[in-house]
């Protein structure tokens, strides 16, 4: 099959050859011999990527399309849609990755030959990896284009003994069995007798589906340029790198589709959670939780999502990373638990939130409700009774909650009940912009499976608000991570637990179990101390009289008139043609120690506070002297890279101008770049977002000594706005500092 097959938008083709969307509109009007649209709309045509590749190589306009690319468009383009083309991938990538000679003799020859051979070398993977059935089981339950096909439960259930076979038991690699939709746990972890009946199959259960079949022959033909493009790619960067990076741009490509938890509030869950040998994620989404687990032997992962296509994705994912073993399920876990047996020593969870329809009328009577028959405003709750009866005696639940779940009236029954019996050890009330939805303080809820009832049941509060970041940037994570978990590692250990004013507290349950059993942290913690909080104030209060002295030597001096200057112009894409400077755009992926430069820390002038998505990919570092530019959201905006900043990884949504210094002066380019009428030229409307094409920003021809007299201009107007930014946080800061002390009594009013 040729790959003709794959389609590409126009806004692929302007990543192909480094333009703006502009730039392809004009060359379907300027050149007849522009390849015709083959699919799409007619606002929204797609073309054939192996035409468009030989036609912008015909015109001078792209020498060769990199290998990365490449693959991402074949994924993009997929007829089938990007979600099976990214799962035939990934089955692909987990063959190379444990089979890698059995690849290199099923891909030699043509497509049809590949199709045909590989559904019975995938088969030799999915037999011990994935268990006898899924091996098997070759037809689809659904035929639906972009979504993963699911097998048949009742096959599977009825072939599933122990969710092992012949080869599992003879092949020590084994780790991933997918097959059997009633998981088999309770050999390891028996259930006691005291519960006999948690240990009922609930109907639901039967709904639920392995996360994975074996792809036919016609099912893989289509994805034959992309398996050969991908295992290319994984020469290159190895099999799980190249399944990030593919991952990666497709999350970031659907941002609206994904709820996505981040890598730091995933590793704080895991480390309060503690080490744990089984552990489940029954809302699993992508896998953050399950990935941030602390791997160890004979480890077992159970992972269910009621979206096929990330449970498939995240099996496949962890199946990459990981030596535990994998069990992936597809279905609601509140509707269709797939592992109703299951005793896991952890439970890691970021459940949706408020849900009405999360199956308030059929649940009824399910034996899960042991605290209480949550309202159908409560689904949160329903989710943390699931989490409980999902973990053995004393086994660890970390669940992420909005707020309102710890105070709303018609749940204060199911609370008052948790708190009793001890299941509910610590609520941590984390900072705006932890997670989404960014603009809310979630809670951790900290659950553990009580054994027998505590003689005096005490609940941890912490609250951490305090490290919350300035903008969009994110939480201060290490100060998050270190206040959380030394708060939950001092209230672990014999004693009284010492108060942390405005921090940490323990209280005794029995304070607590009033009409409203409100658990918020906020309202149960201690101000700060009178001295500290009036010691706090004077040091900020005498760092913004520094600061506005500053500001006003700072103020820039009278403007004198002139008469408008007619320069020269040229522009940025001239400049990088010519080599006056270098142009580069932030990357998808990069390795995981390099702080990112965000394009919110650029618009707020803050430190690097971003991450990526791990991979081999290499990242773009900023040196000093670099200008880097936000390509979205409209507005003038241009950065210089100073000693402080350097080093950092180039974040996505910005543009790195390295210029020549012996051409351009960096301060001198920064300035002219922000000047409101060139960015008004050079911004593109024709979506919901304002995009700015770098290229076509213009600057003035100057000499470099000329240059340099405006970039020092440029500088002094750059750091009397950053001490203008700085006086306003302080000032705000200042002014709540003393609401706060007037109103709780630190402050006195004379």
């Given amino acids: 099959m040729q790959d003709n097959a794959t389609e590409v938008t126009a806004a692929g083709i302007a990543r192909l050859a480094g333009v703006g969307r502009a730039a392809v509109s004009n060359w379907r009007r300027r050149h007849a011999d522009f390849p015709r649209p083959v699919g799409g709309t007619e606002t929204s045509p797609s073309f054939a990527l192996a035409e468009v590749e030989s036609w912008l190589r015909k015109q001078g306009k792209l020498a060769e399309v990199p290998l990365r690319e490449r693959v991402w468009q074949q994924l993009s383009g997929h007829p089938e849609g990007p979600v099976t083309a990214l799962t035939h991938a990934g089955c692909l990538l987990l063959l190379i990755h444990d089979r890698p000679t059995v690849w290199l003799e099923v891909s ?9 051979m590989l559904p019975g070398a995938l088969r030799e993977v999915f037999t011990p990896r994935f268990g006898r059935e899924s091996a098997m089981n070759t037809e689809p339950a659904v035929n639906t284009p972009g979504r993963v096909h699911i097998p048949d439960a009742g096959l599977a259930s009825a072939n599933a003994v122990d969710g092992t076979t012949a080869a599992d038991a003879a092949n020590p690699a084994t780790r991933v069995n997918l097959a059997d939709a009633v998981n088999t746990a309770d050999a390891v972890n028996p259930r006691p007798p005291a519960r006999p009946a948690s240990s009922v199959h609930t109907p639901a259960a039967v709904n639920a589906h392995p996360a994975l079949h074996l792809p036919t022959g016609p099912e893989l033909l289509p994805s034959a340029p992309l398996l050969r493009g991908a295992a290319e790619l994984a020469a290159e960067l190895g099999a799980r790198q190249t399944f990030e990076f593919l991952l990666g741009r497709h999350l970031d490509a659907n941002p609206r589709q994904y709820t996505l938890t981040p890598a730091d509030l995933a590793a704080l869950m895991a480390d309060l959670a503690g080490p744990a040998r089984t552990v489940l994620d029954p809302a699993c989404g992508t896998g953050a939780l399950l990935r941030a687990v602390a791997t160890r032997p004979d480890q077992e992962l159970y992972a269910q999502d009621s979206a096929p296509e990330l449970a498939a994705l995240t099996t496949l994912r962890l199946a990459l990373q990981t030596w535990s073993t994998v069990r992936g399920a597809v279905g609601d876990s509140l509707r269709a638990d797939a592992h109703p047996r299951l005793r896991a020593d952890a439970v890691l969870c970021h459940p949706p939130f408020n849900e009405r329809n999360w199956g308030h009328d059929e649940l009824a009577y399910d034996p899960r409700w042991e605290y209480g028959f949550p309202a159908r405003t409560e689904s949160e709750l329903a989710w943390v009774q699931h989490a409980l009866a999902r973990l053995k005696d004393g086994g660890a639940g970390v669940l992420l909650m909005p707020p309102a779940a710890a105070s709303r009236r018609s749940g204060r029954r199911i609370r008052a009940d948790l708190l009793r019996r001890g299941a509910l050890r610590a609520v941590i009330a984390l900072p705006v912009g932890a997670a989404p939805p960014y603009n809310i303080p979630l809670h951790l809820w900290v659950l553990r499976r009580p054994e027998k009832a505590p003689a005096q049941p005490e609940v941890l509060l912490v609250d951490v608000g305090q490290f919350a970041g300035e903008g969009r940037g994110g939480p201060d994570w290490r100060a998050v991570r270190e206040a ?120 707020f002038g803050a430190d690097p506070s971003g991450t990526l998505p791990e991979s081999e990919e290499e990242a773009v570092l900023t040196e000093p002297g670099d200008v880097v530019v936000p390509v979205l959201g409209g507005g003038s905006v241009a950065r210089v890279i100073d000693a402080t900043t350097g080093g950092a990884a180039l974040g996505r949504n910005l543009v790195l101008l390295r210029p020549d210094p012996a051409a351009l002066d960096p301060w001198f380019l920064a300035g002219f770049l922000r000047g409101t009428a060139n960015n008004r030229q050079a911004s593109s409307y024709a979506s919901t977002a304002t995009r700015l094409d770098v290229r076509r920003l213009q600057l003035p021809r100057l000499p470099l000594d000329e240059q ?43």
């Fill in 708 to 750: 340099r007299r405006y970039g020092e201009r440029f500088r002094a107007l750059d750091e009397f706005e950053r001490a203008l930014r700085h006086a306003g946080r302080l000032g705000e800061q200042l002014v709540r500092g003393m609401y706060d002390g007037l109103t709780d009594g630190t402050v006195a009013p004379d």
């Fill in 108 to 116: 030699a020859g043509s497509d049809e030959r590949l199709s045909e």
């Fill in 484 to 603: 959380v978990l030394d708060a939950w590692q001092a209230f672990g250990r014999p004693g009284r637990f010492a108060e942390r004013p405005g921090l940490a507290r323990a209280l005794p349950v029995i304070e607590l179990l009033d009409d409203d059993v409100d658990l918020a942290p906020a309202r149960h913690l201690p101000p700060p101390t009178a001295t500290d909080g009036a010691e706090q104030l004077t040091a900020v209060r005498e760092h913004l009289g520094e600061t506005l002295r500053l500001t006003a030597d700072l103020t820039p001096p009278r403007a004198d008139a002139a008469h408008p200057a007619r320069w020269p112009l040229t522009t940025i894409g001239e400049l990088a043609r010519g080599g006056a400077l270098m142009l580069r755009t932030g990357g998808n992926g990069g390795h995981t120690r390099v702080p990112v430069l965000t394009d919110h820390d650029v618009l």
